[in-house]
């Protein structure tokens, strides 16, 4: 697939590549990232940049001793490759995985380098969405040290569920978390242990059902859940 051909598949993504110049346009290629697959890894050298047009992914930050924690995610369209560019640094600071198929149409660092300091509208898009990214992660954070495990996933299925049209004027009659228990884990910042404990007493109490090994849960349940989550922070 061509630049060309994303674009017309995916309209939105002309409002960053409108501005691309020809030469560097030629030299963009298209590649798709599997589900569950890593988009880059943590300390790799960065020789590109790319735009995701299509997809969800996770960034997370692998430790020495295996443990994950999830830092964000984020969907299309977005950017890879951005903060350590930004930043003039050669090596990445996280790892990002696809949680679904992404399309990413990438350009050499080099022609991104190139294109970032002489076109103000790219470079406009990208400090936006890096100044975004900034601005969310420092609402929330320090909230894993100070809330209990009940709030913390409570709190992200509300999240999910907003995000995944619970309050649009047609919400779904249910959602199903699509994440895996070590997802959850990752992105919650609790152990399998505490996350096990958890889910099953939150499920007692009746905030969700499970549909084979996944959160799922109604309008009505996600509505509980908000309600919860607002007593909480009055107490």
């Not at 995944?164 to 009659?173: D, F, H, I, V």
């Amino acid at each position: 697939m061509t630049l060309t051909e994303l674009e017309e598949k995916v309209p939105a993504l002309k409002e960053y590549t409108k501005t691309m110049p020809p030469e560097i346009r030629s030299r963009c290629t298209v590649r798709t990232h599997a589900a569950g697959s890593i988009i880059h890894q943590k300390d790799m050298e960065l020789n590109y940049f790319g735009i995701v047009a299509a997809g969800e992914n996770r960034v997370i930050n692998e430790f020495e001793n295996g443990n994950v924690y999830m830092i964000e995610g984020n969907k299309a369209i977005d950017f890879i490759g951005e903060v350590t560019i930004l930043a003039g640094m050669p090596r990445t600071s996280v790892t990002i995985e696809a949680v679904t198929d992404n399309v990413v149409a990438y350009i050499s660092r080099r022609d991104a380098q190139q294109w970032l300091s002489e076109d103000m509208n790219i470079l406009r898009l990208t400090a936006r969405h890096t100044a975004f990214k900034l601005y969310r992660s420092s609402y929330t954070n320090g909230a894993k040290l100070f809330y209990p495990p009940s709030y913390l996933l409570l709190d992200y299925l509300v999240r999910y569920g907003r995000q995944n049209g619970m309050e649009s004027a047609r919400p779904p009659k249910t959602i199903t978390v699509g994440r895996t228990r070590q997802m959850l884990q990752e992105e919650i910042g609790v152990n399998v242990k505490t996350l096990n404990r958890t889910i099953r007493q939150l499920r007692e109490e009746g905030f969700f059902d499970i549909c084979k090994g996944k959160l799922s849960f109604t309008g009505e349940q996600y509505r509980a859940a908000m309600d919860w989550l607002e007593s909480a922070k009055d107490k």
